[in-house]
Nanobody, 118 residues
């Protein structure tokens, strides 16, 4: 399992952008590389949902509601995964979580708050 630390959340106006980061500071590079990484979010009144996922060979998958607007990338040498979010909407306000799935199980970060408001 990985220790995951998210950052980059904050307050942004509708139509604005944020870049979230998820670091695994104690991970060995080869172990991090072997994990499928993902971002989930939980908005008020809804269950946690998948936003974007990136595999160990950088294959990506996106929820329909974020296609084109969001981009997930990873820097394996730095053990970091990013989520670039553009054209944010007020209804996307919530807590965004980093997730890692590997051979030894699943890990979650503590979450970072994203607030989209004018």
């Amino acid at each position: 399992q990985l220790n995951l630390v998210e950052s980059g959340g904050g307050l942004v106006q509708p139509g604005g952008s944020l870049r979230l980061s998820c670091a695994a500071p104690r991970a060995i590079t080869s172990v991090f590389n072997a994990h499928t990484m993902a971002w989930y979010r939980q908005v008020p009144g809804k269950e946690r949902e998948l936003v974007a996922q990136i595999g160990d060979v950088r294959d990506t998958r996106y929820a329909d509601f974020v296609k084109v607007r969001f981009a997930i990338t990873r820097n394996n040498s730095r053990e970091v995964v990013y989520l670039q979010m553009n054209s944010l909407k007020p209804e996307e306000t919530g807590v965004y979580y980093c997730n890692a799935v590997g051979q030894r199980g699943e890990s979650w970060g503590q979450g970072t708050q994203v607030t989209v408001t004018s």
